[in-house]
């Protein structure tokens, strides 16, 4: 299933970031967040293609955790959850969930349990805790009560050149120069760093 990954790289030493050009304010912050014995719960807020989702993907490189894609999910976030106890939730494009789902975020973002009745099955738990960290394009699409449960880090867009770096460095297999072709092209079409690492998947190194 695409909205479920489970990570289980712990090292601190790590950097998950490395990829991410720039934004290097926001990367103390969530490393902070990271180390931190306090409940931290960011939300990444920009545009496509301002690395967004590659935050989440090095958080999980660096912690282990779930993620969950917000613009494909089932009806199984709950058993994820509910079964793996993450201390760390990972979600990609909150913004495109449902209001049901947001409001069941929220109260468990407020109490740290989860109960609920939904598809005749019943759920009540409790994670501890857990640290949520999440990404959106148009923040008004999240209630106020939501959006008050992060602290809100927003990213801009990448520049061409940005855009063109970030792709060479996601896809290292491939030479700079047809990496950075690929990059141009996506980003011609409003595409997002995640389009590049799909078709650079689909490419042979030469």
């Known amino acids: 299933m695409k909205f479920l990954h489970l990570f289980n790289k712990s090292s601190s030493a790590y950097d998950g970031f ?3 050009q720039g934004y290097e304010d926001i990367k103390d912050i969530v490393r902070r967040a990271l180390d931190s014995g306090e409940n931290h719960n960011l939300l990444f807020v920009g545009p496509p ?5 590659l935050f989440l993907q090095g958080i999980l490189e660096m912690k282990s955790g779930v993620f969950f ?13 509910q079964e793996k106890r993450p201390n760390i939730i990972c979600i990609d494009e909150l913004d495109k969930m449902s209001t049901q789902f947001q409001n069941q975020l929220l109260n468990f973002m407020e109490s740290g349990r989860v109960k609920v009745d939904q598809h005749r099955k019943q759920y009540d738990f409790e994670i501890k805790g ?19 449960r992060f602290r809100k ?8 050149e940005q855009f063109l770096d970030v792709s060479d460095k996601v896809l290292p297999k491939l030479s700079s120069s047809l990496s950075r072709y690929i990059g141009a092209n996506v980003r011609i079409s409003q595409g997002d760093i995640g389009d ?3 078709i650079g998947k689909l490419v042979r190194p030469l």
């Open 69 to 81: 894609d917000g613009s494909n999910t089932t009806g199984r976030i709950l058993d994820v959850l």
């Open 130 to 148: 857990a640290k949520v960290f999440a990404t959106c394009n148009e923040i008004n699409r999240l209630s106020k009560p939501l959006q008050s």
């Open 153 to 160: 880090l927003f990213l801009p867009r990448y520049t061409e």
């Open 49 to 53: 293609a301002s690395s967004k989702t």
């Open 18 to 20: 490395a990829r991410i």
């Open 196 to 198: 590049v690492i799909s």
